[in-house]
């Protein structure tokens, strides 16, 4: 099973939760990309850096920092010797750790996430398609702020799902004082084709017509609520259904079901939601939000 694959071979090498793990291959088979968020010193370059080596892909890091242009990623032409010659950005890499990506000025963000949201990058009139599978991972911190280009909703909606690492607990962070190097030794367990042939295969995942209804419901409770400034997309929602068919699939199911739903729709939707300035002086948060429309609205039953 692929997800156990991936389970065994991180095993004692990175601080990182079942779930966080489940839903980070979960979105890389869904297509998507992902958000992490948290403090420095939690594991996130370790974590992006083990995964790309496990799954047999290409890596490359950026980070971001003011001065960055747009050809510093995806790369330029250079005039040498009578013709140009194409030098590629490391926005050419089949895993692409993207560091503290809220200090690049908005044109390099747009850059990036164009490149995301095409699959190809466009320079002097060519177009150079980017290696498949193709998943970014980029970090922001929620700490020391100053300085920095926050990502619009707009942007943020380009991203899949948003998780936190967190702090380990502490017989993981006992292990990771033991282990000197926990990358080394660490060999691949799979390759891109055959992450290529789950993507296709998390297509066929069906979703009952009952699970859509209660996606549906889910959004409608939160864009009714008066907190809700901007509540979740068409492009939210259809994130949040091929995530939901990802998870399936890692669990060896051929069908969802109402609680891959919920966790799905916890990890795609609260970076989406734009709430009143209002209710976020009260104390309101989208995370929170989140947590009650899943409270409110009943899941379907399953049928016998």
């Given at each position: 099973m692929f997800l156990a694959r991936i389970q065994r071979a991180l095993s004692g090498r990175v601080l990182l939760r079942e779930e966080t793990l489940r839903l980070s291959l979960a979105t890389l088979l869904s297509g998507g990309h992902l958000l992490l968020e948290d403090v420095p010193g939690t594991g996130k370059t370790t974590f992006a850096k083990a995964l790309a080596r496990v799954l047999g892909l290409s890596f490359s890091r950026i980070q971001m920092t003011p001065d960055l242009l747009p050809?510093?990623?995806?790369?330029?032409?250079?005039?040498?010797?009578?013709?140009?010659?194409?030098?590629?950005?490391?926005?050419?890499?089949?895993?692409?750790?993207?560091?503290?990506l809220n200090r690049a000025t908005p044109r390099t963000q747009s850059a990036l996430l164009e490149a995301m949201g095409e699959g190809h990058v466009t320079l002097e009139g060519?177009?150079?398609?980017?290696?498949?599978?193709?998943?970014v991972l980029a970090t922001q911190n929620p700490v020391e702020e100053e300085g920095t280009y926050p990502l619009p909703v707009a942007q943020r909606d380009r991203f899949t799902a948003r998780l936190f690492l967190g702090y380990p607990d502490e017989k993981a962070l006992l292990q990771a004082l033991k282990e000197r190097e926990p990358l080394e030794g660490l060999e691949a367990v799979t390759q891109g084709e055959e992450i290529l042939a789950l993507r296709q295969e998390v297509r066929r995942v069906r979703v009952a017509?009952?699970?859509?209804?209660?996606?549906?419901?889910?959004?409608?409770?939160?864009?009714?609520?008066?907190?809700?400034?901007?509540?979740?997309?068409?492009?939210?929602?259809?994130?949040?259904?091929?995530?939901?068919?990802?998870?399936?699939?890692?669990?060896?199911?051929?069908?969802?079901?109402?609680?891959?739903?919920?966790?799905?729709?916890r990890a795609?939707?609260?970076?989406?939601?734009?709430?009143?300035?209002?209710?976020?002086?009260?104390?309101?948060?989208?995370?929170?939000?989140?947590?009650?429309?899943?409270?409110?609205v009943p899941a379907p039953v399953e049928r016998a």
């Open positions: 050809q510093d990623l995806t790369g330029v032409y250079l005039y040498r010797e009578g013709s140009l010659l194409w030098q590629k950005g490391p926005v050419f890499a089949q895993v692409l750790l993207v560091d503290e060519k177009t150079h398609p980017l290696p498949e599978p193709f998943f017509e009952e699970v859509l209804d209660y996606l549906l419901a889910l959004a409608g409770w939160l864009r009714s609520r008066e907190e809700v400034r901007l509540g979740p997309s068409p492009r939210a929602l259809l994130q949040v259904e091929r995530l939901a068919q990802a998870l399936a699939l890692l669990q060896g199911r051929t069908f969802t079901v109402p609680e891959d739903i919920k966790e799905a729709f795609a939707i609260p970076h989406r939601l734009l709430l009143r300035l209002e209710a976020e002086l009260s104390g309101a948060s989208p995370e929170g939000l989140v947590a009650e429309a899943l409270k409110a």
